[in-house]
């Protein structure tokens, strides 16, 4: 049962967003399948043909649309234009692909991609004097066509007229039955059989004729405009329906539906074709049928090069002496690849693959390629191959730690050549050496490319590359500390995984990162640090004990440059908190002040030398036990 909907408004608005940039043709024609004696009505089959540019995108261009719309609406109007049914959905209900390519050795392999999309439904009419229009109209046609002023703001207008009760109210409509793409040369000439078909066998004639655009509003997605349907789109100049491609000859067409030319503008060009049907017997007119469709004009020109690697080296792994030869020439769809291997042996080819030769053996062979031999665009190349397989590129190392001797060792060979030299490039800069062996010992842990690169007395060069991680340990056992006799002492290692404290006098556990130190006299420890790699690194942690808690302040100082008491510091034992520590001169001025008890003062104020003499300091802090512990004193600066 035909589908009919009554929400005009809403079926004009179907669409009215998108832009349908990727419609580049169409047509719509009617098929009579029904009589109802009982209703007085015809049933149409009404089919709705649309073409798309199948390899078209719409990128990230807003509202547009790069395939077909399912469903559309059609309109159906009498010929005084007034709606005769509501608009109806049409569904597709069959797509085919259209492909061509341009199959001619001499010439630049072009492609056209298409896509047409079949809508069909069925409507049921009266029969009413001058019959009905049934129409599609749709914005936008294709972008950039070399014919149409804007074409991405241009419409489209596709119908078809069914007769009234003073002509043919069953008739069959023609139509153009034939789908096909088809590549167009600039310069060449072409033939394209556009004839239409006619169920009833009436006589045809054929115009090139005017295409139409989608209604008043150029650029309306969805156009619902009643007949007449005669607002043609804006053709550039000299460009015309009757002239819609230019060329020497023009574009035509005959009464058999030959459509022939020779186009000489690169381009896209819309061509309507009107095909008029007439009664054979009454010879009567019945109706004008129109088809649009967009026809590619392709640069087809190829200056055909034959193109061979001047020199090919066969460095494969392998000691296979078949050759891999590529094939760098400019030709046709439909060329032909003549070789001449240099060995005694040819061959011809019909493609661009990369075409493998196994030679009887080693040497240098001269070879040709010879593109559409015997046509009139041949050409030649040639080139020299030199068969020496068996290049094997690689090598091993021993070693993953920072700090130690990596060793690196050349495990290359060659089968039919000798290894001349051997470049290696370390992974750091200036880190460049040679040799079938080479040692390299990395600061910092991290991931380093390693290259090793060849030269052969046969030409062969190659390369072998790893990404070697080195693993690193940071050990560090904290600072030197001064205790209190009885003061614990928790110590904190960090820098690796496992680690190892000796002696291990006075500690809890020897074996761990965070030991507790309970002892009494002074030592010094050292500890190792090591990974799951086995990397392993050593530092050290001196401990000093002093009756305490107090604080121990030296009565001189030299701050003369020889690395000898050249600061003057306290030695705090026991001590948690330091509150204040300032130095004073004669006259009371403050030249230091500071809480850093391994710093201390340098001797200097402001960047300058102090004078020698006698200066005052004091200080302040808390023990362990939270007594706050004050003292001052003097101190001779002696340079």
Not at 579 to 586: L, N, S, V
Request: net charge negative; glycine share 10%; hydrophobic share 35%.
């Amino acid at each position: 049962m035909s589908k009919f909907f009554l929400l005009v408004f809403g079926c004009c608005l179907i669409h009215v967003v998108a832009v349908a940039y990727h419609i580049i043709g169409g047509e719509i024609y009617y098929q009579t399948v029904a009589y109802n004696s009982i209703t007085g009505q015809y049933r149409y089959l009404i089919t709705l043909k649309l073409y798309r540019d199948a390899d078209f995108t719409c990128g990230d261009r807003q509202g547009c649309l790069d395939r077909f719309e399912n469903p559309v609406a059609v309109n159906v109007y009498t010929a005084s234009g007034q709606r005769a049914i509501a608009p109806v959905l049409l569904y597709i209900q069959e797509t085919k692909q259209l492909f061509d390519t341009l199959k001619n050795p001499c010439l630049t392999p072009q492609t056209q991609h298409l896509e047409a999309a079949f809508y069909r439904d069925t409507i049921e009419l009266p029969p009413i004097y001058g019959g009905y229009y049934v129409a599609y109209q749709r914005c936008c046609r294709g972008e950039k066509l070399a014919n149409i002023y804007n074409s991405e703001q241009e419409g489209s207008t596709y119908y078809t007229t069914i007769p009234g009760t003073e002509s043919r109210p069953n008739n069959n409509s023609a139509y153009f039955s034939k789908d096909v793409a088809i590549v167009i040369c600039a310069d060449f000439a072409f033939r394209y059989d556009y004839a239409a078909t006619d169920p009833d066998g009436d006589s045809l004639t054929y115009a090139l004729c005017s295409a139409l655009t989608g209604g008043a509003a150029r650029n309306e997605s969805n156009a619902i405009n009643p007949p007449p349907y005669d607002d043609i789109v804006n053709y550039i100049p000299p460009y015309s329906g009757a002239d819609p491609m230019g060329g020497a000859p023009l574009i035509a067409i005959d009464n058999k539906g030959l459509l022939t030319g020779t186009p000489n503008r690169v381009g896209k060009f819309v061509v309507s074709v009107c095909v008029t049907e007439y009664d054979r017997v009454t010879k009567k007119y019945i109706g004008t049928h129109h088809k649009d469709i967009l026809l590619t004009v392709f640069s087809c020109k190829s200056a055909v090069r034959a193109n061979l690697q001047d020199i090919l080296n066969n460095c494969t792994d392998t000691a296979d002496l078949r050759v891999a030869i590529p094939n760098f020439s400019n030709a046709g769809f439909t060329s032909s690849y003549y070789w001449n291997f240099g060995d005694g042996t040819d061959t011809v080819t019909y493609d661009k693959k990369v075409f493998y030769h196994a030679y009887p053996d080693t040497g240098s062979y001269p070879i040709k390629l010879v593109v559409n031999r015997g046509l009139p665009c041949v050409d030649s190349s040639t080139g020299t191959i030199n068969n020496y397989p068996g290049l094997r590129a690689g090598f091993t190392v021993t070693g993953i730690c920072a700090g130690d001797p990596i060793i690196f060792r050349d495990t290359s060979s060659y089968t039919y050549g000798n290894i001349l030299t051997r470049s290696w490039d370390l992974g750091m800069p200036n880190a460049i050496a040679s040799g079938k062996q080479v040692n390299m010992q990395y600061p910092e842990g991290g991931v380093y490319t390693i290259t090793l690169s060849l030269d052969t007395d046969k030409g062969c060069t190659k390369t072998s590359t790893l990404n070697l991680t080195v693993y690193q340990v940071k050990p560090y056992a904290g600072n030197d500390t001064i205790l209190a006799r009885g003061q614990l002492l928790p110590l904190h290692a960090s820098g690796g995984e496992f680690y190892q404290w000796t002696p291990p006098y006075g500690l809890n556990n020897a074996g761990i990162a965070d030991p507790v130190l309970d002892y009494d006299k002074d030592i010094q420890f050292l500890l190792k640090v090591s990974n799951q790699q086995g990397c392993v690194g050593y530092d050290t942690l001196n401990v000093k004990y002093y009756l305490g808690p107090d604080i121990y302040i030296p009565n001189a100082f030299t701050p003369n440059g020889d690395g000898q008491n050249d600061r003057f510091r306290f030695i705090p034992v026991g001590i948690v908190q330091y509150d204040f520590f300032r130095i004073y001169d004669r006259w009371g001025q403050l030249v230091y002040s500071s809480i850093d008890f391994r710093t201390g003062w340098d001797g200097t104020v402001h960047g300058q030398s102090a004078a020698m003499g006698t200066y005052v300091w004091i200080l302040q802090g808390k023990d362990l036990g939270g007594q706050t512990v004050s003292k001052s004193g003097t101190v001779t600066l002696i340079r």
